[in-house]
T-cell receptor, first 114, second 114 residues
Framework: AQSVTQLDSQVPVFEEAPVELRCNYS??????LFWYVQYPNQGLQLLLK??????LVKGINGFEAEFNKSQTSFHLRKPSVHISDTAEYFC????????????FGQGTRLTINP | ETGVTQSPTHLIKTRGQQVTLRCSSQ?????VSWYQQALGQGPQFIFQ???????GRGNFPPRFSGLQFPNYSSELNVNALELDDSALYLC?????????????FGPGTRLTVT
């Protein structure tokens, strides 16, 4: 079975500061990795994904993430955050074969302070 | 291009009742997945439909059932509602099983069971 651990339930940062949201996963088989963002009272929006190739992937809104196979991590980063980045962020994995079910972490609430 | 839509937006039901939630997938998408997101948690996979057939199921009891129609829209039915069924129910569609791993989420239906 697969599992995802998001190491921080809440991350407060000041506007224009850098941020890193941490994600570790566990799986005995190869997986694909995703980061989703959820704004208040909305569904999930895909930020970025890692399927193969370069381990540094860039997504929307200036976010990027680095896949580290040896550490089974997929941390999300942004060099300078804005008030509009306030949201819940979810890391997720899916198996390459079979039903493409997403297994999500518990989420990290990112709060941007002015 | 129309995104994933869900209806209704909100719903209040009494314990023991039955409920049907509806989802219209994004144009051209033939795979639909349903997720349950309890308050403060990450989404949990309920099941997936591909070309009108169930293609995988999470750890949910049989009183959670679904359908996918020829136009690839979908329904989630829950019988004998329990208080713990109160959650945001998310529908996600994807382009083609095994070819695209991106899932596009609708805004969700918030179900409250009293």
């Amino acid at each position: 079975a697969q599992s995802v651990t998001q190491l921080d339930s809440q991350v407060p940062v000041f506007e224009e500061a850098p941020v890193e949201l941490r994600c570790n996963y566990s799986s005995s088989v190869s997986v694909y990795l995703f980061w989703y963002v959820q704004y208040p009272n909305q569904g999930l929006q895909l930020l970025l994904k890692y399927l193969s190739g370069s381990t540094l992937v860039k997504g929307i809104n200036g976010f990027e993430a680095e896949f580290n196979k040896s550490q089974t991590s997929f941390h999300l980063r942004k060099p300078s955050v804005h008030i509009s980045d306030t949201a819940e962020y979810f890391c997720a994995v899916t198996l390459i074969q079979g039903a493409q079910k997403l297994v999500f972490g518990q989420g990290t609430r990112l709060t941007i302070n002015p | 291009e129309t995104g994933v839509t869900q209806s209704p937006t909100h719903l209040i039901k009494t314990r023991g009742q039955q409920v049907t939630l509806r989802c219209s997938s994004q144009s051209g998408h033939n795979t639909v997945s349903w997720y349950q997101q309890a308050l403060g948690q990450g989404p949990q996979f309920i099941f997936q439909y591909y070309r009108e057939e169930e293609n995988g199921r999470g750890n949910f009891p049989p009183r959670f059932s679904g359908l996918q129609f020829p136009n690839y829209s979908s329904e989630l039915n829950v019988n004998a509602l329990e208080l713990d069924d109160s959650a945001l129910y998310l529908c996600a569609s994807s382009l083609e099983l095994g070819r695209s791993y991106e899932q596009y989420f609708g805004p969700g239906t918030r179900l409250t069971v009293t």
